[in-house]
């Protein structure tokens, strides 16, 4: 676009914090999506982030009412606005005097059109009239479309309106004397918007099902486009005769959806509550010199609406030029350079695409809604809604804007130092910051003042340490008045912040299964190729110290594998500085007092202790880290966590056969089998080296350290056999003993 950029760097040198975390981090890089958090007054976002003054922007008149839901233009330059809810239309003359042009006895006059005689026709709701106003009180009617909506109106080159209605969709044909007929039937329900191209055709567009129609001077009508929306709000044409389709969906699905009854009509006062609640709004239409608007298609708010911006070719391919899942778009405008200007909400804001579908942000307005556009010439009005006000663009930059950022969190209490900028044009524009804090997400009087301003770059940031800041810079153009706009300042935006230390968290501690043990993967994989190494910091900045770069290396997960004697831990931790982390690992038996080290300045998050080193018993590990590798050796933090009880047994169970005889055929013992730490887990027995079989205690559960059990074999022969006994607890660990019975 030939935008020269708009530039700001900021440099914040930090002080110290008790018990700072020592590499500060940054904000930076700020995209166009970034910069739209923030506010926009008289400034620019261009679609690569950059911030400029915008083209004048101003308000031009306030109505005093809610709405403005129509506007048109006659050959004089009085331009004519059409509100709700009071139904009244106002004329402003070249010079700014304001008159009260007519007073409807509708609520709404949604549509407007100038016609070949200079009269203004005003198509009002919900009784669906149109009214021919000569002058000044002077209105009589001039066509009743025995519909409940007129939506939207143009005129032809012999002085033919065309009026699109809603509750049957149907496009009226009205000649000069007022006589009117059926031009064409939609098979949607309204007719939102129309459009004239340089053939004499119509382009219409439709609501619930968003058509894009084509209309030939013999009513015939041909669909060029069934978008995936449910109401197509605007029509437009550019030099080249493409065709560009607001349109819009309230659910944010693309699916179909019948109006509701505030809009098939009932009740369409509705689209005043659904502006006041920053829901789906009114739709607007323009066609040059005429613009009007819609009632809303639904009660949803910005959180439920999607809307599309469509290129329909001469030759009739539809492209999408632009799409939000957020903001709704309700008009649209092509400008003498081929850019499409969009009038969008809420946060009323004017966004325009270029040819390549670059989206440049142009200014924000006071009010929720933009949602109608008119052009005259190289100026563009456009109307805002839940204040019914009218603002003008024109083609000459702004002597004054102002940008607020976003708020900008830094996850912990923060503290602030230098603040520093880059003017890409030194003594063409001054700029001065501002910056404010405070500790909640939502801007409160518990906020601090905006600073005093940082006239010139390097000075001392002084708001309070805080964890939210916000800053703000205010432009102002030095000398004389700029001709065209855009006029390009600063480039770039950069913040950098130190968080207070926060104290490190151990979350969780796993006790694997006895006899798994951790073994270290190999810093590079298999076949020789290295494992990616990250280059930068968590926001953004190249590892450059060695320290950075060390702690940038990222440790492979252990294997896990079979190992008697182990007993292997793993755990979870947790710095919301995002600083690097050691541990300390301590043990410590069941009837002990003190904490035993087993490492120190350990870095995984895993370890694995030789069992068979340690007593059988109850033992508890503690990890507790530090993040001391982060911050100055005499102010790191430490955090720590005790796991569960674990079992050391290493000894196996002891058995204890108690009694061994036979009766009959069949040999029946009974033994105990017994632990000093833990549970017994299994028992079994065998027939003179037979397969084992299972056997469940007397009590039917194994679950404690002793268990019971009586065993009767399957009959045997006569004769001597050796009953073999097993018993096993929870570690795997094994204790065997044999009975030798005779069989009679």
Known sequence: ??????????????????????????????????????????????????????????????????????????????????????????????????????????????????????????????????????????????????????????????????????????????????????????????????????NGNLVAGTSPAGLVIEINPEGKGFTLMDTAMEEVRSVAFDSLGNVFAVASSASGTGTRAVLPEAVAGNNPASSAAALRTGSKTDSPVSDNAVSTVSAPGSGLGAEGIRSAVYAISRDRGPETVYESGSRMVYDSVVRGDGSLLLATGPKGRLLSIDGAGQVTVVTDAPEEHLTRLLQDGDTVYAAGSNQGRLYRLRNAASGTGVFESGILDAKSTASWGKISWRVTEPGAAGIEFSTRTGNTDTIDNSWSEWSRPYASSGQQIDSPKARFLQWKAAVKLQGGPVASAPFGLLDQVRIAYLQQNLRPRITSIEVLPYGIEFQRQPSLALGGTALVVPTKTPDGRSLNSPRERESGIPKPDPRQVLQPGAQSFLWKAADDNEDSLEYSLYFKGESETDWKLLEEKYSDTFYTLVAASLPDGVYRLKVVASDAPSNPFDDFLIGELVSRPFV???????????????????????????????????????????????????????????????????????????????ASDRDGNTGIAKAVVRVP
Request: hydrophobic share 40%.
């Open 1 to 198: 676009m030939g935008y020269r950029g708009f530039a700001v760097l900021i440099f914040l040198l930090l002080p110290s914090l008790d018990a700072p975390a020592v590499t500060p981090r940054f904000w930076e890089n700020f995209t166009q999506a970034d910069l739209l958090e923030g506010s926009l007054d008289r400034m620019s976002i261009a679609p690569d982030g950059k911030l400029f003054l915008s083209p004048a922007f101003d308000m031009f008149f306030d109505t005093g009412q809610p709405y403005i839901f129509s506007m048109a233009r006659d050959r004089l330059g009085n331009l004519y606005v059409g509100t709700g809810d009071d139904g009244k239309v106002f004329r402003i003359d070249p010079q700014g005097e304001e008159t009260l042009y007519f007073q409807s006895e509708e609520i709404s006059v949604f549509a407007l059109a100038v016609g070949p005689d200079d009269s203004l026709y005003a198509g009002t709701s919900p009784d669906g009239k149109v009214y021919r106003v000569a002058g000044p009180g002077q209105a009589t009617v001039f066509f009743n479309s025995e519909e409940k909506y007129i939506w939207s109106m143009i005129f032809d080159d012999a002085g033919n309106l065309y009026i699109g209605t809603g509750g049957g969709g149907v496009v009226y044909k009205v000649d000069p004397g007022g006589a009117g007929s059926t031009f064409f039937a939609s098979s949607d329900m309204h007719v939102m918007c129309l459009a004239r191209d340089g």
């Open 648 to 726: 050391i047994a290493n000894a196996p169970p002891q058995i204890e056969i108690k009694a061994s005889e036979a009766r009959g055929a069949k040999v029946e013992v009974s033994f105990d089998a017994r632990v000093a730490v833990g549970i017994i887990a299994t028992a079994e027995f065998s027939v003179d080296g037979g397969g084992w079989n299972l056997v469940f205690p007397e009590d039917g559960i194994a679950d404690s350290d002793r268990e019971t059990y009586s065993v009767s074999t399957p009959v045997l022969s006569t004769g001597e056999h050796v009953i073999g006994i097993r």
